[in-house]
Every structure is written in C-alpha cells, then in structure tokens.
C-alpha cells in the first residue's frame, strides 16, 4: 500500500497492533476492546494490524491464537489483517523521503562505538544519549560500500508536546530524545518507522494503547513531524495491577484469553468486566455491550492503574449467566462442552438440559459450574452414589423412599409444586421435617448430598427416570 494507494476511511478509525509472538494477554484484550468499542460508538473503523516484524519471534500459531482471541471476545475487525512485515518497501520509501528532505541522515556508526559513547556519557554524569559524528556529514564524508543505519534528525533543543486525551498535555524536552533508528544497517525497518507509517497509511485518527507506550509517542510524533503528517490523536491507558497492586502477572490473571474461556467465562461477561478496567459509567458495573458503546468515550478513562480482581469478574460473569436467554445459554454452554472436549449431550437427555436451564442458571457463576450442575442429568443409572450422600441414604431413610415411591408412582400432575405438595403431605404423615425425606430423596436422584432443588430435578428428570433412581436406592 502506497501513500497514493492509501483508501483511508472516514472517520474515526482505530487499530488493534499487537505483535504475534504469544497468546493474547488480558491487557492486550482490554486495548483492543477499548479501541473497538470507541470506534462502534462513533460509528468508525477498527482496524487489526499484526506487528510481525521481529520474524524471530512471530509465529503463525500467535497470529492464529490472537485472531481466535479476538473472535470469542466478539471483537470484530473491519478489513482484513494486515500484516506489518508485508509493508516493509513502504517503510523503507518512508526513511528514503526522509533522507532526501534532510530530516534523516546516514550513520555508519558501529555498535561499540555507541557502546563506548553511552558509556562515556555515564561516566561523565550525562543522559546515555548517542549522538552522531555522522548527523551533518554529507555524501563527499560517506566510505564506500560500508553499512549504514538510517537515523531520525530530531531536533535538539526545545520541546515535544503531546496533547494526550487520557493523560492530558505531555511534554519531553528534545535534549532527551537521542536520534532514533529508521532503518538498521541491513536495511530493516525498525518498530518506531513502521508504528507511524502503518498508522499514517491506515488512516487512524486515534491511537489508544497502554501507557506503557507513551515515551513511544514523543518520538513517534518527532517522525510525523518529519514527513509533515498529522498527528493522531493519542490516548494512552493505565496498566492493569494485580489485587495487590504490583504489576500484573500470571498469578494475578495475566493469562491469555483462551485460559478465561476454558475457565467458563461469557464472552460478553469479559466484554464488561474489561470495559470497567479503566474506563467506567458512573457506578454501572453490570451493563451490556450495547449499552457499553452507547456510554464508552475517552474522557471517562481514569489515569491510575486498574485492579484486576477474579472474584468480581466471577460475580459478574454469573450476573450475564443468569441474564442470559435460556437458549442463547444452551448453545454457549454446548459450544463450551465441546471446547473441552466433553461427550456431545445425548439426543434423549437434550429436552432434559433444556428444561433445567433456568434452574440451573440461577446458582452457576461460570459456565464450567453449568455444565458441572448438569451432571445428574447426564449420569446413566445406577447413579455412582459420592461418599457425603451415601451416608445419608442409610437403611431407615431407604426405607422412607420405598414407602415414598407408591404415592409417587399415583403423582397426577408431574411438576416441582405438585411434588413438593407430595413429598411434604408424606413427611407430615410419618412425623418427620421436610428436609428428612427431601435429602435421601436428592441423594437417590442425583448421587450427591448437593444439588438444585430436589423438586426442580424430578420435574426435569421426569417420573420414568426419577422413580427408577428412587428404585435403585429403595432397597
């Protein structure tokens, strides 16, 4: 893509750049959210570039794991992904403008005389800034043949103003920002060029990374200001810290998002919770995507560090799960079971899955506890019986369920209210509390001493299954 090739959209456009040589982390996922979601809420363009420069370290596996990242999360991009490495004649054209138009030079420096120099600087007490003997030499000073870096003239004296709309204005005085490399001696173009001639023949408007980045902005702008180009817009968020404050790690959450998909987060759940980390709508902690970009905009991005906590985004992803349409929470939850490699839901227990849903939905927190509360619908007869509910299904409550399953088997109506009327009028007759009969009940139908409301799980069960598990255990 030229410069005169260039089909830049209209508007707001944002970009998602990360570089493939892992998974897509949290942090990641949380600036490309961001960067969507302020593109959805102007009506723009987000764009996905992949940073694959350093061929060492890229991997198409990378690649694939943040595509698929990005595609969970829901996070649709508009185009195709480009990939940096593809564009690097158009980087190098950029650094050659530069040369010609002075704002550039050669530099035939080798690495330990920098080396020497930088530490000639500290040893004096100075900023370890390499500054070129080659910066004013021109073609009659080249040797011949000899390799050269192309390095940015910045400018050394005044200042570099960065007007951030997360930070506010941000300034850099040019005597500490060195002559930076646009082109290694073997021709490479180097991230900072790339960073700014992708973005500039993208046509972003607004660059919304981590903080982390900002210094890159000074000099990034120093390039900009070289060609004569706008500068974008920036927009540079805090980091995510642990619950502890310290920067975030794999013990804090730093995993890549397929880990929170395995783990039995919605989508949607991780939408919100990572909207909220940073970014907020007054005190809304529970909203929708749909309301998230109506409200999303940048001058409601804090400027301290956000704090990723596991507990809140449980409590929330259980928030979507109960708000979830019960067939929209089947399918996510069949998709889910298929992901970790779970038996396909048997055609004769579907119907069964179904009807629990709204039940079942009510106490899970992830989908993992979903499909986990499933499991006496699942189990095929005889029930294996867990240690906590074969104590209660001792010889006297065995008993009970025997005598039980005769005015069951004359049930009339086969519902959780119908039963309950049953099950209670029977514990009143034989001078015991409810919870005396529904307990060996529960541990009969599901094997377990823990479960969802007995009478929920007959009704799904249903009386040929149910009063078949009863007589299993009533012996």
């Given amino acids: 893509m030229t410069e005169d090739q260039n089909l830049q959209p209209k508007g707001v456009v944002t970009r998602f750049a990360p570089s493939p040589t892992g998974y897509l982390h949290i942090g990641g996922a949380r600036t490309a959210l961001f960067n969507w979601l302020f593109a ?4 723009g363009t987000f764009l996905l570039r992949i940073e694959d420069t350093d061929r060492a370290r890229s991997t198409p596996e990378a690649t694939e794991a943040i595509f698929e990242g990005l595609r969970w999360l829901g996070l649709d991009w508009d185009g195709e992904a480009i990939s940096q490495f593809d564009r690097a004649g158009r980087h190098r054209e950029v650094a050659e403008a530069m040369l010609a138009n002075g704002t550039a030079y050669r530099c035939y420096a080798s690495k330990e005389e920098i080396d020497a120099a930088r530490e000639a600087a ?15 030499k021109g073609p009659e000073d080249w040797p011949s043949d000899a390799p050269y870096a192309v390095r940015l003239k910045a400018p050394r004296e005044g200042e570099t103003m960065v007007e951030d709309a997360v930070q506010g204005v941000v300034r850099w005085s040019n005597a500490q920002l060195d002559d930076l490399i646009l082109l290694r001696s073997d021709g490479a173009p180097t991230y900072m060029l790339a960073v700014v001639v992708d973005d500039r023949d993208m046509g972003i408007t607004h660059v919304i990374r981590g903080d982390d980045h900002l210094t890159n902005a000074a000099r ?7 060609m004569g180009w706008d500068t974008p817009i920036f927009a540079h968020i805090p980091l995510i810290h642990g619950p502890d404050g310290a920067k975030l790690s794999k013990r804090h959450g730093a995993l890549g998002v397929e880990a929170y998909r395995d783990m ?31 409200w999303f905009g940048l001058e409601a991005i804090g400027k301290s560090a956000a704090r990723f906590d596991f507990a809140k985004l449980e409590h929330l992803n259980g928030q979507h799960i109960r708000a979830a349409d019960d067939s929209e929470l089947f399918a996510e939850l069949e998709k889910y079971a298929a992901s970790q490699h779970a038996q396909p839901f048997p055609e004769d227990r579907r119907s069964m899955l179904r ?34 509910a074969a104590k209660i299904l001792a010889p006297d409550t ?46 009969a139908l599901t094997g377990r001493a823990v479960s ?18 009863i007589a299993d255990q009533a012996v």
């Avoid at 990034?220 to 070289?226: E, G, K, S, V």
């Avoid at 007054?282 to 309301?291: H, M, S």
């Avoid at 709204?358 to 294996?384: C, F, H, Q, V, W």
């Fill in 40 to 43: 959805r809420a102007n009506g």
């Fill in 122 to 136: 500290r040893a004096e007490g100075r900023p370890p800034l390499f500054q070129s003997p080659w910066r004013d």
């Fill in 220 to 226: 990034q702008t120093l390039i900009y200001q070289a």
């Fill in 264 to 294: 039995g987060y919605l989508p949607e759940a991780m939408r919100n919770y990572l909207a909220r980390l940073g970014w907020s709508h007054g005190d809304d902690e529970f909203f929708t995507t749909e309301q998230a970009i109506e």
């Fill in 355 to 388: 009807h629990a849903i709204p039940g079942l939905k009510a106490r899970a927190r992830t989908l993992k506890e979903l499909l986990d509360s499933t499991y006496y619908i699942l189990a095929d007869r005889p029930l294996d019986i867990d240690e906590s």
């Fill in 398 to 443: 065995r008993e009970q369920l025997r005598k039980l399953t005769s005015r069951l088997q004359h049930a009339t109506r086969w519902d959780s209210s119908s039963l309950e009327e049953i099950v209670r009028a029977f514990a009143e007759d034989e001078g015991v509390k409810l919870g005396k009969i529904a307990q060996p009940l529960r541990a």
């Fill in 452 to 469: 969802p409301g007995v009478f929920d799980v007959m009704e799904t069960l249903g009386p040929e299954e149910s009063l078949a598990r």
